[in-house]
T-cell receptor
Framework: AQKITQTQPGMFVQEKEAVTLDCTYD???????LFWYKQPSSGEMIFLIY??????QNATEGRYSLNFQKARKSANLVISASQLGDSAMYFC???????????FGSGTRLQVQP | GAVVSQHPSRVICKSGTSVKIECRSL??????MFWYRQFPKQSLMLMAT?????????EQGVEKDKFLINHASLTLSTLTVTSAHPEDSSFYIC?????????????FGPGTRLLVL
């Protein structure tokens, strides 16, 4: 079974600053992927970024990037130049070989302050 | 990204009635869809995996006779909450796996808020 840990239940960041949201996971799968989703108050789950365990480079997608440290089993999400619209819950979700469903961490509530 | 729709977005029903929720992948075919449930201030919990043309796979503790899943086509999965009770009130959200890309991203519907009175 996979275990996902998001140690920050809540985070505050000033608008235009960068913020890092932590995620560590425990998996025995030799090959796996890591997803990050954003959930605003409306409830929808918005796909942000994906990292494959064998990817040579850290994933980037616009203002989102992953600080992927495979040996430490961590995949922290970095949001640069925060915007007020970034205020939401953020979930980390690894997926492994043979298991296509996502197992979500407890999430981090990010609040961007003007 | 790919688009997944979910209907209805909100439903209020009386205890004992059944509620059907539809999940559609609009611009891709999905042989596998997933149903999650999210209680307030909690994370999403997988309920079941919906497989086109075959029986759904339920997670431990999820009653298959209460949460009926039908995946009759490559673009539609339905979840029926039978004989709903107040404790079934929750946010139900589906996802569909887009197998076209290497990463097989799951795209989520907008969710359904169910309130059972």
């Amino acid at each position: 079974a996979q275990k996902i840990t998001q140690t920050q239940p809540g985070m505050f960041v000033q608008e235009k600053e960068a913020v890092t949201l932590d995620c560590t996971y425990d998996t025995s799968d030799p090959s796996y992927g890591l997803f990050w989703y954003k959930q605003p108050s409306s409830g929808e789950m918005i796909f942000l970024i994906y990292q494959g365990s064998y990817d040579q480079q850290n994933a980037t997608e616009g203002r989102y990037s992953l600080n992927f440290q495979k040996a430490r089993k961590s995949a922290n999400l970095v949001i640069s130049a925060s915007q007020l619209g970034d205020s939401a819950m953020y979930f980390c979700a690894p997926t492994g070989t043979g298991r296509r469903a996502l197992t979500f961490g407890s999430g981090t509530r990010l609040q961007v302050q003007p | 990204g790919a688009v997944v729709s979910q209907h209805p977005s909100r439903v209020i029903c009386k205890s004992g009635t059944s509620v059907k929720i539809e999940c559609r992948s609009l611009d891709f075919q999905a042989t596998t869809m997933f149903w999650y449930r999210q209680f307030p201030k909690q994370s999403l919990m997988l309920m079941a995996t919906s497989n086109e043309g075959s029986k759904a796979t339920y997670e431990q503790g999820v009653e298959k006779d209460k949460f009926l899943i039908n995946h009759a086509s490559l673009t539609l999965s339905t979840l029926t909450v039978t004989s709903a009770h107040p404790e079934d009130s929750s946010f139900y959200i589906c996802s569909a796996r887009d197998g076209r890309g290497a990463q097989e991203t799951q795209y989520f519907g907008p969710g359904t808020r169910l309130l059972v009175l």
